[in-house]
């Protein structure tokens, strides 16, 4: 599953995600599945047609990632791979940090950084012209509503019963982020 919100300048993606890590850190073998989140960059283009023609949009560049993961081999709800990329190079994620913040209470701690996009774009180290006032205002308001999307997914993430029905479910629609 795919949910795209959008503002001005900024977006957020929200999927599902399954992968097992084909050169994996010490402690971080095994596949992981949860839910990933990314703040991308938002492109839109001239009409193509009338007044009436639909606008082009492209959900371009990430500039900050959040996989709530966890081992499929742990505990559901353990969050034990939980991480985010406070960095991105270009569409490559930089390291992955653990907080213990984000592991402890995911949703909490999404939702605080999703209502302060200011904070998160100097974190990442983005220019300020990022974003627009308006997307700081529209992702503050929306983050209760995401922060939802983000949960019940993890909810029917955590409802694949064994590995195998997770590969087939929703290893596909790991590349959609």
Known sequence: MLYLFGFEQIGVAVSDIYFV?????????????????????LEQ???????????????ERPLWRVDLLESVSGTPGS????HHHPGMNGWEPGRRVFDHALSGEPLKWLA?????????????????GEATP???????????????????LLDRVRATATPDEATTSTSLRASWL
Do not use: H, M, W
């Open 21 to 41: 890590d084909p050169n994996p850190e010490r402690g971080q073998e095994g596949a992981e599945r949860g839910v990933r989140l990314e703040l991308r960059r």
């Open 134 to 152: 308006a997307d700081a205002t529209g992702l503050r308001e929306r983050a209760p509503e995401i922060v939802e999307i983000v949960g019940r």
């Open 79 to 82: 969050f034990d791979r939980t």
């Open 112 to 128: 605080e950084r999703l209502s302060d996009l200011e904070g998160v774009l100097k974190e990442v180290g983005a220019d300020p």
């Open 45 to 59: 283009s001239e009409l193509k047609g009338s007044i009436y023609s639909a606008r082009p949009i492209t959900v």
